[in-house]
């Protein structure tokens, strides 16, 4: 099945600076590959996904790229703002499938002042 | 609309004894997930249901966990014998394949405690 791997586990960065979050994926059937934010004590929700027919997807300071080839992606956050102090879950599936989503072991992500 | 649902919000148990966690997906959602999430925890895979398929089972940590869904709707996970290593966060996600319906949505999660 689907292997995903995340890294890093923890990232601190000023606020005001970016941050960036890698993944990889064992299945290249895999095609859609979404990302989510687990804010403390709150249950995790999307952020944003990207399909394997585009290299990459921006909406405002949270862009998401996928190389097929290396079959990686990352989650890029610019000018990074106290609110983004979260967990972030990538996940990969294939779709038109039976075939589970699988996310990745997350990301502890401290933005400071 | 409704998101997913579950119940109950917290479970405090004795070791030993056994607990059924409910979750309620959205109307419509033919999948529907099982993570369990110790405090700090990524989202631990348990089970996971997709339609009249068969459900994959392979996240069951042992045989005193099991879950059912009734008429492609209702979950129940159900823990028997509980440990205390089995203190955590239980949470059921849906969502509906096909198309642009891959969004994951999760329900509040059942706070498990075993004492």
């Known amino acids: 099945g689907e292997n995903v791997e995340q890294h890093p586990s923890t990232l601190s960065v000023q606020e005001g600076d970016s941050a960036v979050i890698k993944c990889t994926y064992s299945?290249?059937?895999?095609?859609?590959f979404p990302w989510y934010k687990q804010e403390l004590g709150k249950r995790p929700q999307l952020i944003i996904d990207?399909?394997?027919?585009?290299g990459e997807k921006k909406d405002q300071r949270i862009a998401v790229t996928l190389n097929k080839t290396a079959k990686h992606f990352s989650l890029h956050i610019t000018e990074t703002q106290p609110e983004d102090s979260a967990v972030y879950f990538c996940?990969?599936?294939?779709?038109?499938?039976?075939?589970?989503?699988?996310f990745g072991t997350g990301t502890r992500l401290q933005v400071t002042l | 609309g409704a998101g997913v649902s579950q119940s109950p919000s917290n479970k405090v148990t004795e070791k030993g004894k056994d607990v059924e966690l409910r979750c309620d997906p959205i109307?419509?959602?033919?999948?529907l997930y099982w993570y369990r999430q110790s405090l700090g925890q990524g989202l631990e895979f348990l089970i996971y249901?997709?339609?009249?398929?068969?459900?994959?089972k392979s996240g069951l940590p042992s045989d005193r966990f099991s879950a059912e869904r009734t008429g492609g709707s209702v979950s129940t996970l159900t823990i028997q014998r509980t440990q205390q290593e089995d203190s955590a966060v239980y949470l059921c996600a849906s969502n509906v394949r096909g198309g642009e319906g891959y969004e994951q949505y999760f329900g509040p999660g059942t706070r498990l405690t075993v004492t």
């Open positions: 996940a990969a599936i294939i779709t038109g499938t039976a075939s589970k989503l699988t």
């Open positions: 299945d290249s059937a895999s095609n859609y």
């Open positions: 249901f997709q339609g009249n398929s068969a459900p994959d």
């Open positions: 109307s419509g959602h033919t999948a």
């Open positions: 990207i399909r394997s027919n585009v």
